[in-house]
């Protein structure tokens, strides 16, 4: 059965320095999303994106933010110059419909 | 207030119990999502949906879309049910999540 995989599963990282955490969505999948869980809270959207851009973001998804699909396959999300508070759990989705499949995430840990 | 509601926060049963998950949302959805989510992290789908009832296996959905309510039952319980149970409502172009009920079933 085709999944959506994240890469990689855990990130360390310093304060300030820019991560890329990669995603390959399901492979006819259309539209595709990130969303974040900081420990202990409930998940939350951070952006859709379709058709080559983004259809809707978060007010979390700022400046230090941004999501491309460079080759057709993989769908990435940046971010600039990490703080603490960008430490979360990182998930990734897609969809055709609208019915959303999610990765098994990516633990992001800003030091 | 959250836009999506879920009670109990904590459920904690004995093996064989039948069991029910609330969930309430306050804004208009096309459809919604019942998931689990397990200590690992990984978040797994186990229903969508817009209307009426589903079941699968010993899982049942239900929605008012009338009363924004949905409910998800467990039957006969079983300690690897033991997850958290996460109702989470499609809105426009994405997902509104519920904080989610952490169910412990012990034999």
């Known amino acids: 059965e085709p999944e959506v995989t994240q890469t990689p599963s855990h990130q360390v990282t310093q304060m300030g320095q820019e991560v890329i955490l990669r995603c390959v969505p399901i492979?006819?999948?259309?539209?595709f999303y990130w969303y974040r869980q900081i420990l202990g809270q409930k998940v939350e959207f951070l952006v859709s994106?379709?058709?080559?851009?983004?259809?809707?973001k978060s007010e979390i998804f700022d400046d230090q933010f941004s999501v491309e699909r460079p080759d057709g396959s993989n769908f990435t999300l940046k971010i600039r110059s990490t703080k603490l508070e960008d430490s979360a759990m990182y998930f990734c989705?897609?969809?055709?419909?609208?019915?959303?499949?999610f990765g098994p995430g990516t633990r992001l840990t800003v030091l | 207030k959250n836009e999506v509601e879920q009670s109990p926060q904590n459920l904690t049963a004995q093996e064989g119990e039948f069991i029910t998950i609330n969930c309430s949302y306050s804004?208009?959805?096309?459809?919604l999502h019942w998931l689990q989510q397990h200590p690992g992290g990984g978040i797994v789908s186990l229903f969508m949906?817009?209307?009426g009832k589903k079941k699968h296996g010993r899982l049942i959905a239900t929605i008012n879309i009338q009363e924004k309510h949905s409910s998800l039952h467990i039957t006969a319980s079983h300690p690897r049910d033991s997850a958290v149970y996460i109702c989470a409502v499609y809105n426009t172009d994405k997902l509104i999540f519920g904080t989610g009920t952490r169910l412990q079933v012990f034999p």
């Open positions: 804004v208009g959805i096309s459809a």
């Open positions: 949906l817009s209307s």
């Open positions: 492979s006819n999948h259309l539209y």
């Open positions: 994106f379709y058709n080559n851009e983004i259809s809707e």
């Open positions: 989705a897609s969809s055709l419909t609208n019915e959303q499949f």
